[in-house]
């Protein structure tokens, strides 16, 4: 959603700094997205970012637009809206679906957590967020955390960093990612150990069936 920022003054229409990289980064761009996201606040009153990345363990993906509902994307000290291109993307940078407006995902997901770990029933929230925020983020330097595997071992729905890049895994075929759209899928020769960006409570709500809701790009393999 183009904003202005700095200080009210209106010289130029810029999108605001809520779009949700696979890397957990949160950048200013343009590009569109099907799910609305939430950390907490983490704006100040000139509508930037500061230095902290989250204020909250829960966090979570959204539907874009819930009961016809429009909020300020920013408001003063309340929560900072963030945008992510797909589900993988934001199960890659380390958020759950909503329990309150994606209450059916939400429940698909916590019956796969339970499933994936041999659980007699659907754990938590808080104790699924407090699991994800131990692998997402390295304590001393806020960075992204990431594991390494095989990748004809990864489930469908997992994102990698492919030669530098975000890509999707689907049928053991790789297809990167940018804000355009996911590329064509490409075969990688042979076994390959890559960096997995999703993290590994994630991963194995994954293989244990959870499918993610995919851009239409993802298709074309």
């Not at 955390?145 to 469908?156: F, G, K, Q, S, V």
Request: proline share 8%.
């Amino acid at each position: 959603m183009p904003e202005t920022v700095g200080g009210g003054v209106k010289n130029e229409w810029v999108p605001l700094q809520n779009r949700v990289l696979p890397t957990q980064e949160i950048v200013a761009d343009e590009g569109r997205g099907l799910l609305m996201g939430n950390r907490g606040s983490l704006h100040g009153v000139d509508r930037r970012l500061g230095t902290t990345r989250w204020r909250s363990k829960a966090w979570i993906c959204c539907l874009l637009d819930y009961k016809g509902v429009r909020r300020d994307p920013m408001p003063p000290g309340r929560w900072t809206a963030l945008f992510f291109f797909d589900e993988a993307v934001a199960l890659a940078a380390g958020h759950r679906p909503c329990a309150y407006c994606r209450r059916r995902d939400y429940l698909r997901y916590a019956g796969a957590w339970a499933t994936g770990r041999d659980l007699p029933e659907r754990p938590r929230a808080a104790t699924m967020d407090a699991q994800l925020h131990l692998e997402r983020v390295e304590p001393r330097t806020r960075r992204q955390r990431t594991t390494i595997a095989e990748l004809h071992e990864l489930p469908d729905g997992a994102m990698i960093s492919y030669d530098a890049v975000p890509a999707l895994v689907i049928d053991g075929k790789v297809l990167r990612w940018s804000w355009n759209g996911y590329a064509e899928p490409v075969e990688p020769p042979g076994h390959r150990q890559v960096v997995v960006l999703t993290p590994p409570a994630n991963l194995v709500v994954l293989k244990a069936g959870y499918a993610p809701l995919l851009h239409s790009s993802a298709a074309r393999n």
